[in-house]
């Protein structure tokens, strides 16, 4: 489209978020193909439900290998590589604890520390097996339940925006409820809000602008309940079985793929701020942005994205060495 063009927005409520997109065409048909798409996978992969390709693994657990699709297979794949690197606090099994504690359900309290230690030994992403031949996925203990809540907004995300390219469409944006994918350049760039922690829905810490990429935040803001004046937020630790604590309120990835920029978050918001930057040195697709609770904003380096602070509550701390 020419520069200038409008920009319109179709929004539905899926995955339990709300999802915008936004295309320089007038195009409900096309909009409405798109929301199909995103249901369609949320049917396959939701463990909200009684039924999808992931519950059936669960179900089996213990028992039986379970042949699943092929695209379902690919992000397992994804998962266990990532909850299997060395101190890895991304963990595709950690389902029996997130459906324990609750959080941002009806129902959420703390739940009592031995009932945790009785969770953990069924959270261990090492008796997964998978058959590439046969295509299935094994959960070897009985009770071990997978939940890829944590990547697989950005895993669709990925999907759409390749299904927007094949049909022709050169700029596009989607939000899967925090989880950005954008296609193309449009004039200035795409402008993606980095939302204030514990702020009102609107309110800003900053603006990125990216071209072709994708931007994901994790943020301990997201979903949590309060207890005894302590918060209790929804990325959990696999490592101790409660919501991870450390300097940080927020962490976004910025990268071309936005299931690298999910796994990432994850993967980052457990290894903090120095250690976070020193292995994102090695990874040059992949940056980040850190919210801390002493308001800094830190880059681990940005070269795919421009910031503008909105609130000046914050501290740019920019071209981290940490
Ligand atoms: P996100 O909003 O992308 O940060 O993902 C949060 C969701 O990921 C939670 O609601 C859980 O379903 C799941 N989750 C929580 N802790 C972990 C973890 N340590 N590893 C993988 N998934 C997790
Ligand atoms: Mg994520």
């Not at 290998?65 to 606090?89: G, H, M, Q, Y």
């Not at 969770?119 to 097996?129: A, F, G, S």
Request: some cysteine; hydrophobic content about 40%; glycine content about 10%.
């Amino acid at each position: 489209m020419s520069s200038g063009s409008h920009v319109y927005g179709y929004s539905a409520v899926l995955m339990g978020s709300p999802i915008l997109l936004k295309l320089f065409d007038n195009n409900q048909a096309l909009a409405s193909q798109v929301f199909r798409l995103i249901k369609q996978y949320e049917d396959l992969l939701t463990v909200n439900r009684a039924q999808s390709e992931v519950m059936n693994i669960n179900h089996a657990a213990g028992r039986a290998p379970v042949t699943v699709s092929a695209p379902v297979f690919e992000l397992i794949r994804c998962a266990l590589a990532a909850s299997l690197v060395k101190d890895s606090c991304f963990n595709l099994t950690i389902g029996p604890l997130v459906k324990r504690w609750r959080i941002g359900f009806k129902g959420d309290s703390v739940p009592p520390a031995g009932e945790i230690a009785t969770l953990l030994p069924r959270t261990r992403p090492e008796q997964v097996i998978l058959d590439d031949e046969a295509g299935t996925v094994f959960l070897t203990q009985p009770d071990m339940e997978i939940d890829l809540g944590a990547i697989a907004k950005g895993f669709i995300a990925d999907r759409v925006r390749d299904y927007l390219k094949l049909q022709g469409v050169e700029q596009a944006l989607i939000n899967l409820g925090g989880n950005v994918q954008t296609l193309g350049s449009p004039p200035g760039g795409w402008t993606v809000g980095l939302k204030k922690p514990f702020g009102e829905a609107d309110a800003l810490v900053g603006a990125i602008t990216v071209e072709n990429k994708s931007v994901v935040t994790s943020g301990v803001y997201e979903r949590y309940f309060e207890q005894d004046g302590r918060r209790y937020h929804h990325i959990l630790d696999p490592r101790t079985g409660y919501p991870l604590d450390n300097e940080l309120d927020s962490v976004t990835i910025i990268s071309t793929d936005s299931l690298d920029g999910d796994i990432w978050t994850t993967l980052i918001y457990g290894m903090g701020v120095e250690k976070g930057c020193a292995l994102l040195r090695h990874q040059p697709g992949i940056e980040a942005i850190f919210v801390t609770k002493q308001r800094e904003v830190i880059f681990s380096s940005a070269s795919q994205f421009s910031f503008t602070l909105r609130d000046f509550d914050y501290r740019l701390v920019t071209g981290s060495t940490a």
